[in-house]
């Protein structure tokens, strides 16, 4: 199975502690990049997340963002410290005999010094798991989401290899035939300036001329290059590079091609093979 680098996955989570959404979203990139947006509270878990990333991605440039709701009600119960409440009123009250004013010590200005008031803490270790769980089902979503748009860019690239080896046999079958015309045509062109050549001279001329335009090894070589391709992307997996490397040899087989063409029909079939080879190169920039 082959797989895109263009993808994205969503997954919500909710629990007693409140609500998380994964969002992962990548396009392509040389090598694997991962960026992270987590609330401040969470960077612990980053260098777990970039392992997992790391372990199960080849290519890709991916981000992936957290967004945490805590949930309220579970954070009602308030305690006062004390002891640290003490310790502001008796220093207040050093604080007023010292500038010999005598006045009501105000308990919300006492209750909003840091410290006083306090929540019971988020047990982030469970949070911190359930969130983890999350976001390997959200992996798991977004390397599905992969190998689907993988499944469509291999059947696209499929359909232009089996147009690459249409076009290939065309060419084979045509030679004879364009071998034939260019004799002709040379022949009319030596009538036509009253050159009589004998015919062993000719044949030599005929020699060279085919030696010029044999595209037999071409032709082989693109059939060789479609077999290839099919191989690498039946075997599967990150494969991406391999294919850009196939496609190089694609294209240096149609340039020749291109260049040793002496007949409209060739020529027109050197330009088709150079659409199908950009349409398939177009798509293996996106396969890991």
Avoid at 103 to 121: A, D, K
Avoid at 130 to 148: C, K, M, V, W, Y
Avoid at 178 to 201: C, Y
Wanted: hydrophobic share 40%; proline share 2%.
């Amino acid at each position: 199975m082959i797989y895109s680098m263009t993808a994205y996955a969503r997954r919500e989570i909710k629990g007693d502690w409140g609500t998380a959404v994964w969002e992962i979203r990548s396009v392509n990139q040389r090598y694997l990049e991962t960026y992270f947006r987590l609330p401040e509270q969470f960077r612990a878990i980053e260098p777990v997340l970039r392992e997992r990333f790391r372990q199960r991605l080849a290519r890709g440039k991916v981000e992936c963002h957290l967004r945490f709701e805590a949930n309220a009600a579970a954070n009602t119960e308030l305690n006062i410290n004390e002891d640290l409440a003490k310790q502001v009123i008796n220093a207040a009250k050093q604080v007023m005999g010292l500038t010999g004013e005598e006045s009501r010590i105000n308990p919300f200005q006492v209750l909003q010094w840091p410290g006083v008031m306090e929540t019971p803490e988020q047990d982030l270790d469970t949070i911190n798991k359930a969130l983890l769980e999350g976001f390997d089902q959200a992996l798991t979503d977004f390397i599905s989401a992969r190998a689907s748009e993988g499944d469509n860019m291999k059947a696209l690239i499929e359909q232009r290899l089996n147009a690459i080896a249409v076009e290939a046999a065309k060419v084979r079958e045509s030679m004879p035939e364009v071998m034939q015309w260019q004799r002709d045509r040379l022949q009319n062109r030596f009538d036509e300036a009253k050159i009589e050549l004998e015919p062993s001279r000719f044949e030599q001329e005929m020699i060279l001329l085919a030696q010029k335009v044999d595209v037999a090894e071409e032709l082989d070589r693109l059939d060789s290059h479609v077999s290839e391709t099919q191989k690498i992307m039946k075997k599967g997996g990150a494969c991406g590079r391999r294919l850009d490397f196939m496609m190089q040899e694609f294209n240096r087989e149609s340039n020749t091609l291109a260049s040793k063409s002496i007949n409209a029909d060739i020529t027109a079939s050197a330009v088709e093979l150079k659409v199908l080879i950009e349409q398939m190169r177009e798509q293996i920039q996106n396969i890991e």
